[in-house]
């Protein structure tokens, strides 16, 4: 099994036992029961959300995890998660030495976190790949190619 829950894709299949919770989903109750604790109630504007009031945390979302003491990597899996079920928006965006500051709309619930699936980029293989590159590289060419003939026109016209 997957740390996040799912099957694994590789090998064999596996069981999925119902009663296991799986570990990511613990580390993210963690980190928003963390974020939920350091945050402060905050009234939106009116002509957002009716005035209504929210919890809003306001600090380093990286340095919950250092507390935490869970790893990196698990940083974006967790983010992308919690945001993906609802249960917390990004209001700004952090970096050095700012803070971000996230709406906490909704704790995480098991049932939701099984039912969510990420999205993933395709990533194909290498000669699909190799071939979009190709097409997109033709594309441009060709708009390239009739742009030219365009001025050229224009340009023996005037």
């Known amino acids: 099994m997957a740390i996040?829950?799912?099957?694994?894709?590789?090998?064999?299949?596996?069981?999925?036992?119902?009663?296991?919770?799986?570990a990511l989903f613990e580390h993210a109750v963690k980190v928003f029961e963390l974020m939920?604790?350091?945050?402060?109630?905050?009234?939106l504007s009116a002509s957002?959300?009716?005035?209504?009031?929210?919890?809003?945390?306001?600090?380093?979302y990286t340095k919950l995890f250092d507390e935490?003491?869970?790893?990196v990597p698990y940083y974006t899996s967790i983010k992308n998660q919690l945001v993906g079920m609802g249960?917390?928006?990004?209001?700004?965006?952090?970096g050095g030495n700012a803070t971000s500051r996230w709406i906490l709309w909704?704790?995480?619930?098991?049932?939701?976190?099984?039912?969510?699936?990420p999205r993933?980029?395709?990533?194909?293989?290498?000669?699909?790949?190799?071939?979009?590159?190709v097409k997109d590289l033709h594309d441009r060419v060709t708009r390239?190619?009739?742009?030219v003939e365009f001025l050229m026109r224009r340009e023996r016209v005037e």
């Open 87 to 94: 249960c917390i928006e990004q209001l700004r965006r952090g």
């Open 144 to 147: 390239l190619e009739e742009l």
């Open 106 to 117: 909704k704790p995480p619930e098991l049932e939701a976190w099984k039912a969510y699936t």
């Open 68 to 71: 935490l003491l869970l790893s």
């Open 36 to 43: 939920w604790k350091r945050s402060k109630p905050e009234q």
């Open 120 to 133: 993933k980029a395709r990533r194909g293989n290498a000669t699909q790949m190799i071939q979009g590159n």
């Open 4 to 22: 996040d829950g799912r099957a694994s894709t590789r090998g064999e299949p596996e069981a999925v036992d119902p009663t296991v919770i799986p």
């Open 48 to 60: 957002s959300s009716d005035g209504k009031t929210v919890r809003v945390y306001e600090g380093h």
